[in-house]
């Protein structure tokens, strides 16, 4: 959920940071082109890197460790920017949240997919993604609310960004108790490990464990 709502919010913010006269338009902008413009190339480039370049690391340090670093990442680098003062560097910001958002979404979906009977995938997809999606109106709603306010000396395009990586951060917390992918465990030639998830994850689906091997 929130990390569409970290991606989405792209479009509803700008009209806040060129109220706030941290964004300009046209040859004004910091690169000569719209801020704007910047900002939304910022987020996809750091997508492609960290979709193309930095989840393939997923591989090697496992799904589990490697969304909890994606998440703190984005969360972080997210909040950070809320408080940034000039176009650059707002712009900087999101570019970082971008390869967190990249890594985060690709190994999501292959740790979902190596979870779920191959029987059931497509109805945890379509969850997965209806989860995901809500979070558009929400954000649309929350700029709509927010980006117009100033509160407690913050214009409310901070609050929305704000709003977002704060709950991401929570989130972190919920995840802890995520276990590892049992398939990667077993590729990994850890065995023992992957037979002690399953059993786990079987007692939490109300099933007998297999024995040891």
């Given at each position: 959920?929130f990390?569409l709502?970290?991606?989405f919010?792209?479009g509803y913010?700008?009209s806040?940071?060129?109220a706030?006269?941290?964004f300009?338009t046209g040859?004004?902008?910091?690169f000569g082109?719209?801020d704007?413009?910047?900002f939304?190339?910022?987020?996809?480039?750091?997508?492609f890197?960290?979709a193309s370049?930095l989840?393939?690391?997923?591989?090697r340090?496992g799904?589990?460790?490697?969304?909890?670093?994606?998440?703190l990442w984005?969360?972080c680098?997210?909040?950070?920017m809320a408080f940034q003062?000039?176009?650059?560097?707002v712009?900087?910001?999101?570019?970082l949240?971008?390869?967190g958002?990249g890594?985060?979404?690709?190994?999501?979906?292959?740790y979902?997919?190596?979870w779920?009977?191959?029987r059931m995938r497509?109805?945890?997809f379509a969850?997965?993604?209806?989860?995901?999606?809500?979070s558009?109106?929400?954000?649309?709603?929350?700029s709509?609310?927010?980006?117009?306010q100033t509160i407690?000396?913050l214009?409310?395009w901070?609050w929305v960004?704000?709003?977002?990586?704060?709950?991401?951060?929570?989130?972190?917390?919920?995840?802890?108790n995520?276990?590892?992918s049992?398939?990667w465990?077993?590729?990994?030639g850890?065995h023992k490990?992957?037979h002690q998830?399953?059993?786990?994850?079987?007692i939490r689906c109300g099933l007998t464990?297999k024995?040891?091997?």
């Amino acid at each position: 959920f929130f990390e569409l709502y970290d991606l989405f919010e792209t479009g509803y913010i700008s009209s806040g940071l060129l109220a706030a006269g941290i964004f300009h338009t046209g040859s004004a902008g910091a690169f000569g082109i719209a801020d704007q413009a910047a900002f939304a190339s910022a987020t996809f480039l750091g997508l492609f890197v960290g979709a193309s370049l930095l989840a393939p690391y997923a591989d090697r340090f496992g799904r589990r460790l490697t969304f909890m670093c994606a998440l703190l990442w984005y969360g972080c680098f997210s909040l950070l920017m809320a408080f940034q003062q000039s176009a650059e560097s707002v712009i900087f910001f999101r570019f970082l949240v971008g390869i967190g958002l990249g890594v985060e979404l690709v190994t999501i979906d292959t740790y979902l997919t190596e979870w779920v009977p191959t029987r059931m995938r497509s109805k945890a997809f379509a969850f997965s993604f209806f989860i995901q999606f809500l979070s558009v109106p929400a954000v649309a709603l929350m700029s709509w609310w927010l980006v117009p306010q100033t509160i407690l000396s913050l214009e409310g395009w901070r609050w929305v960004v704000i709003a977002g990586a704060l709950c991401s951060l929570v989130i972190w917390f919920i995840r802890k108790n995520l276990p590892e992918s049992a398939r990667w465990l077993a590729q990994q030639g850890r065995h023992k490990e992957a037979h002690q998830v399953m059993s786990q994850m079987e007692i939490r689906c109300g099933l007998t464990p297999k024995a040891d091997f």
